[in-house]
């Protein structure tokens, strides 16, 4: 498997293209391989199976141009950090030898992307333990990135993403079984495509006039953040030079 340089962490199959989609198609256009792992099936979703799900999940990775997408089965609606799942998650970043890697921040109000965020971050420490029992070799990823889902936390990081938001809104229309009649007749609350999409548009709007953009993405650090690192990440002649 070769190298994936941006690698997105997600509790369900929409969460990397809601809150970090623009990134991923800016990075992309700069040069960098990029990636996207489901911590679940979506099996507890009311409005469509887990086979629907990851099958527009598959049709959303490609329009966000991801060189890779898995799905695990970690248990959609319970998720929990455990020495278990720290070594699958690290096992995967120590295979595919990320740079940057992507998750939820882990104060949200769903207990799944609270979980997801905990357990990416905790993953850290494993991904360089010489002695784990994985078949990969220890990797130290240059920055963990946590992306802002439900709740509001100051960010550490906004980026503009206003030339690519028409395309990530493009990848989250994939996942056409969450909207409309379909979820009426279920007898599931139906939540409009257009409804839906006036939320994201709003928090995308409200990132990006902290910047002076029309469109942002929100992420958070963990510790003093590395000048250098996060210049190398926009820097596409330096990546391509290496």
Request: aromatic content about 10%; charged content about 25%; some cysteine.
């Amino acid at each position: 498997m070769k190298k994936i340089d941006i690698l997105a962490f997600g509790a369900h199959c929409d969460d990397v293209e809601l809150a970090c989609g623009g990134f991923l198609l800016k990075m992309k256009e700069l040069g960098w391989t990029t990636g996207i792992i489901d911590l679940t099936r979506g099996e507890m979703n009311s409005k469509a199976t887990s086979e629907i799900i990851v099958e527009e999940a598959s049709k959303a990775a490609k329009i966000l141009g991801a060189d890779l997408r898995r799905t695990l089965d970690l248990g959609d609606a319970r998720i929990e950090d455990t020495h278990e799942n720290r070594v699958t998650v690290s096992g995967i970043i120590r295979e595919l030898q990320p740079n940057f890697v992507l998750a939820p921040y882990w104060e949200d109000r769903h207990n799944d992307h609270r979980m997801a965020g905990w357990l990416v971050r905790n993953s850290n420490l494993y991904c360089r333990l010489e002695k784990l029992n994985i078949p990969f070799p220890p990797h130290d990823p240059q920055l963990f990135l946590f992306y802002l889902l439900h709740d509001y936390s100051s960010p550490t990081i906004v980026i503009d993403i206003t030339p690519y938001y028409s395309k990530k809104m493009e990848a989250i229309e994939a996942y056409c079984s969450q909207f409309g009649q379909k979820a009426a007749k279920m007898e599931v609350r139906p939540i409009g495509a257009r409804d839906y999409f006036f939320h994201i548009e709003a928090r995308n709007q409200f990132y990006g006039s902290l910047i002076n953009v029309k469109y942002a993405e929100a992420f958070l650090v963990e510790g003093p953040l590395n000048a250098e690192v996060l210049s190398d990440l926009f820097h596409v002649q330096s990546h391509k030079n290496r």
